[in-house]
Nanobody, 115 residues
């Protein structure tokens, strides 16, 4: 059974930093790409950042220069370093992985940025 387990969310003041982690567990798969999405109350889920198996990255315009996505292939883990956080970054953040066996979602982790 494949699972994505997220960690690292929490409450932080504006201007602060958080680091999210997402580890894919299970066996018999390879990872093609991983990404972070977020969904704020009353809004649609949106792509925050993505990274391919080769290390190519892409970011939403709203987080460019503040967030960095990275991955550790040996640990099947993707990270999202979030700096200079703003209240508008408040949302539930979801890990997404495109595996050889299909697309999977994590359970979500809450990030709250106070002003």
């Amino acid at each position: 059974q494949i699972q994505l387990v997220e960690s690292g969310g929490g409450l932080v003041q504006a201007g602060g930093s958080l680091r999210l982690s997402c580890a894919a567990s299970g066996s018999g798969f390879s990872i093609n790409a991983m990404a972070w999405y977020r969904q704020a109350p009353g809004k649609r889920r949106e792509l925050v950042a993505g990274i391919t198996s080769g290390g190519s990255t892409n970011y939403a315009d709203s987080v460019k220069g503040r967030f960095t996505i990275s991955r550790d292939n040996a640990k099947n883990t993707v990270y999202l370093q979030m700096n200079s956080l703003k209240p508008e970054d408040t949302a539930v953040y979801y890990c997404n992985a495109l595996l050889s066996l299909g697309r999977y979602w994590g359970q979500g982790t809450q990030v709250t940025v106070s002003s």
